[in-house]
């Protein structure tokens, strides 16, 4: 799937993912309501005309709960992500979509709310709106931890493009200790007349920095017990992935002819947001 999503950019992805997510919402939304109906109820038969043009006319049993979601399905893979189908991504989209917080919530959510709506059918449907809203305050993601997230993809990012910088050196350039030095205040002094053992320099450099920056950069998300969650969290963002992917080609590319001159930090994550397989 990580070599189906290079077809396209990071961004472009994630954003699919929170449409497809929206889109997944409606669906167990009128799959809930049907199913708990036995029919599919006028005002919803018009609301799902309206969203879904077409979707009427090609459902094999709009009344069958089961049937009508994967009508759905269908529908919205083919005339909702239908640039994805095109162009090869479709089941990167589903799987990075599945793997979304918010869709484990608004799926579990359904599953409740089906049960309750079974044992006692509501005086008033919720709206769309409401029945979403509602699903991902179910049980709300932790947004501190989000945000640690977002710094930690950047962080390791540049630990990345120190790692790069070292990899045909094995020292560090002196434009790149300032750089460091800025960025990561008193790690050059920590690791000073320290040398690797047992690997080369840039993996000990790399191992070292980001050792450094968890310690004193999330000093905080480690009070909290929650770095390994944040770690991998980090590890498994869309963001995240396409930065190691980048390191990755960026490595081999330099080992048989390096750039001139190095990019720098901002240009290369700039880069590596950019970048999509050839």
């Known amino acids: 799937m990580r070599q189906q999503s290079l077809k396209t950019s990071w961004r472009m992805l994630a954003e699919a993912c929170e449409h497809l997510i929206e889109w997944r919402s409606f669906a ?3 799959r809930a309501i049907v199913a708990v109906e036995g029919f599919l109820p006028p005002w919803l038969r018009e609301a799902l005309g309206q969203r879904c043009p077409g979707i009427l006319e090609s459902t094999s049993n709009a009344d069958d709960s089961h049937s009508i979601w994967l009508d759905l399905s ?38 409740r709310t089906e049960d309750v709506w079974r044992e006692q059918k509501p005086p008033r449907y919720p709206t769309l709106d409401e029945w979403h809203h509602d699903a991902l305050t179910s049980s ?21 493009w120190t790692r790069l910088m070292v990899e045909r050196r094995s020292e560090l350039p002196e ?54 969650a944040v770690r991998d969290a980090a590890r498994t963002h869309l963001r995240g992935e396409r930065i190691a992917e980048y390191w990755v080609v960026c490595s ?14 901002e240009q290369w994550l700039q880069d590596a947001d950019l970048f999509i397989a050839e």
Not at 82 to 104: K, Q, V
């Open 74 to 111: 269908v529908w919205i893979d083919k005339r909702v992500f239908s640039s994805a189908s095109a162009s090869g991504w479709i089941d990167a989209l589903h799987y990075y979509c599945g793997r979304d917080p918010r869709s484990e919530q608004i799926w579990r959510y359904w599953e």
């Open 175 to 228: 434009e790149v200790k300032g750089i460091i030095e800025q960025r990561c205040p008193g790690f050059l002094n920590h690791i000073r007349n320290k040398q690797p053992s047992d690997v080369e320099y840039s993996t000990w450099l790399w191992r070292r920095m980001l050792a450094w920056i968890e310690t004193h950069v999330f000093a905080d998300t480690i009070k909290l017990s929650s770095l390994n």
């Open 28 to 30: 167990l939304w009128v």
């Open 140 to 160: 709300p993601a932790n947004a501190e931890i989000a945000d640690e997230v977002a710094r930690y993809v950047e962080w390791e990012a540049f630990t990345f």
């Open 252 to 265: 081999a590319r330099w080992q048989k002819s390096a750039p001139t001159p190095y990019p720098g930090f």
